[in-house]
């Protein structure tokens, strides 16, 4: 059974910084894809950004120059660190694998504001 969890979610003031990190764990092969969605308040989940196992990357508009997206393939991992953070990047983010099928994080809680 293949599980993701997520942590370094929280609260931060606008321009500050925050590190997700989402492991893989469980039985699988290699990990394809693994990426990053949020989901705000009334609205739908969207990409933020996403990694192949090579590390080629998409980020989402909305954050690109301030999000940098990672993975560490020998410890089963992506990151998302978030810089200059804006009140319009609160929202619950997920994680995602894809491993033949796709996995989800159980999301962990982003909140700007001062």
């Known amino acids: 059974q293949v599980q993701l969890v997520e942590s370094g979610g929280g609260s931060v003031q606008p321009g500050g910084s925050l590190r997700l990190s989402c492991v893989v764990s469980g039985s699988f092969g290699t990990i394809g894809i693994m990426g990053w969605y949020r989901q705000a308040p009334g609205k739908q989940r969207s990409l933020v950004a996403q990694i192949t196992v090579n590390g080629v990357t998409n980020v989402a508009d909305s954050v690109k120059g301030r999000f940098t997206i990672s993975r560490d393939n020998a410890k089963s991992t992506v990151y998302l660190q978030m810089n200059s953070l804006k009140p319009e990047d609160t929202a619950v983010y997920y994680c995602?694998?894809?491993?033949?099928?796709?996995?989800w994080g159980q999301g962990t809680q982003v909140t700007v504001s001062s």
């Open positions: 995602y694998a894809i491993i033949l099928d796709t996995y």
